[in-house]
């Protein structure tokens, strides 16, 4: 199957095939919306009509399972990786265009984001309505060279969005920006195909356009219209764009809101992005991510597999998978599959992991017959090859996560497990056992249907 280009037709296909359940009219955006996405995540997408009333419809789960996203870029769930570290490696510009379906409808004045938008509320004690699912394009305001990036935003007023900005690629544009005494010129882009929000979440260096990445995982170049109030082009096929600018000056009060570790992210002061500008399709759809969610997880997750067995890949070609766990919220805790050479190798690729990405504070490194995407799988490879004297790594005092709770400020430990067999064991030692015949016997064949009733019969 081709790729998925537009989140139109991502839902035709969710819906063909029993994946997309929709709602009676009238859903609440406050905490009742995000109870029923997350009640169906991992099974099916949601769709809302009528929201609170609103007239603009919600979506929400749109890849939560990593199968799902294979099938969007129209790869097997094992070629996945592989064709995203292809795409990454041969990016593809976009193609501007004049006219655009994104553009369809203008509001320039008197804007209300509440209003326009249904903006839902998600966890608990989320400070109120966040966008969450909006892509954050911004410019190098040196070389035009354009930036993708998720961050949460919150609705401070009519036209006044707090946002939450790291240390990261916005970060420096913005910096670029202050030091020319400008604004920040951006545009929030919400409601596209699947594939283009993987490729937001790339591991790129800086400079490098993730929407490129999205026209390479499509196979064709992105369209993208200049936005009416700034210099910033944006997928002519989305469904909403909020145009506006980073204050250089302003800071208010965001947050609390609920995170990928399934814990809450703090209040404190942050940017200002000032709204100048709302351009829709006809009868948009707005898109929301519930935080701590599996599209949450994923979406940060299998682009850093990507990279992380890019990575290791470099200094150890006998690397054969990466697996960022759920229960290790997708970022912590990496399961790394090995053709083993030599002994204490296992103990080189954990330090290259945690080298690869601060986020990672456990790996387990195993052999080519353990299913590192089956947790239970791993467990029993730590159970039956792993002994805590000999094969435990600690590195104490080393940066980490700081959104994990139990991190001193960003300050933890890494933990490495190499559950290898011993190369030297004696053949039968650590063989699996197995039954021949078990994955290619065809029970239709071998089983009587409806026999079961009638057991003393077959006796
Ligand atoms: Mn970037």
Not at 222 to 247: D, Q, Y
Request: net charge negative.
């Amino acid at each position: 199957m081709a790729p998925i280009t537009t989140l139109r037709d991502w839902l035709d296909r969710l819906a063909a095939t029993d994946r997309l359940a929709v709602a009676r009219p009238g859903v609440g955006l406050v905490h009742q919306l995000a109870a029923v996405a997350n009640r169906l995540d991992g099974h099916k997408a949601s769709l809302f009509p009528r929201p609170g009333g609103h007239a603009m419809p919600v979506v929400s789960g749109l890849t939560s399972d990593r199968n799902w996203m294979a099938e969007a870029m129209g790869v097997t769930p094992s070629g996945l990786l592989a064709r995203f570290q292809q795409a990454a490696a041969n990016p593809l510009p976009c193609a501007e265009v004049t006219t655009a379906p994104v553009q369809q409808v203008v509001h320039r004045d008197g804007i209300d984001l509440m209003r326009l938008l249904p903006i839902p509320t998600h966890n608990e004690l989320d400070s109120g309505a966040y966008i969450s699912a909006g892509l954050c394009l911004s410019r190098n305001p040196h070389n035009g060279i354009q930036n993708v990036a998720i961050h949460r935003l919150q609705v401070n007023g009519p036209d006044r969005l707090g946002v939450l900005i790291l240390p990261r690629h916005t970060m420096s544009y913005l910096q670029m920006a202050e030091e020319m005494s400008q604004d920040l010129e951006v545009a929030i882009v919400i409601g596209v195909d699947p594939i283009t929000l993987l490729a937001s979440q790339a591991i790129a260096p800086l400079d490098a356009d993730e929407m490129e990445i999205a026209g390479a995982l499509h196979g064709a170049p992105m369209p993208v219209v200049k936005c009416l109030t700034n210099a910033v082009r944006v997928p002519a096929h989305a469904e909403i764009v909020i145009e506006g600018r980073v204050l250089r000056e302003a800071r208010e009060e965001e947050g609390p809101f609920g995170e990928f570790p399934q814990y809450y992210g703090e209040r404190a002061k942050r940017h200002v992005i000032q709204v100048d500008c709302v351009t829709t399709r006809q009868a948009p759809i707005f898109h929301t991510i519930v935080g701590g969610g599996l599209e949450h997880l994923l979406l940060g997750g299998i682009p850093r597999e990507a990279s992380m067995l890019s990575h290791l890949k470099r200094s150890f070609p006998n690397v054969l998978d990466v697996h960022l766990g759920r229960g290790g919220v997708m970022r912590y805790h990496l399961a790394v599959q090995i053709r083993k050479r030599s002994e204490g190798e296992a103990k080189n690729i954990m330090m290259g992991a945690f080298a690869g990405h601060y986020d990672i504070k456990q790996v387990v490194v195993v052999d080519e017959d353990v299913d590192i995407h089956d947790p239970t799988e791993v467990e029993w490879a730590i159970a039956t090859r792993f002994q805590a004297d000999r094969d435990l790594l600690v590195v104490g005092h080393s940066q980490g996560s700081r959104l994990d709770p139990s991190a001193e400020d960003g300050l933890g430990a890494k933990m490495g497990l190499d559950a290898t067999r011993p190369l030297t064991a004696p053949p039968l030692k650590f063989k699996r056992i197995a039954v021949p015949g078990q994955d290619a016997v065809r029970l239709q064949d071998v089983l009587e249907a409806g026999a079961a009733t009638g057991w003393r019969d077959r006796l």
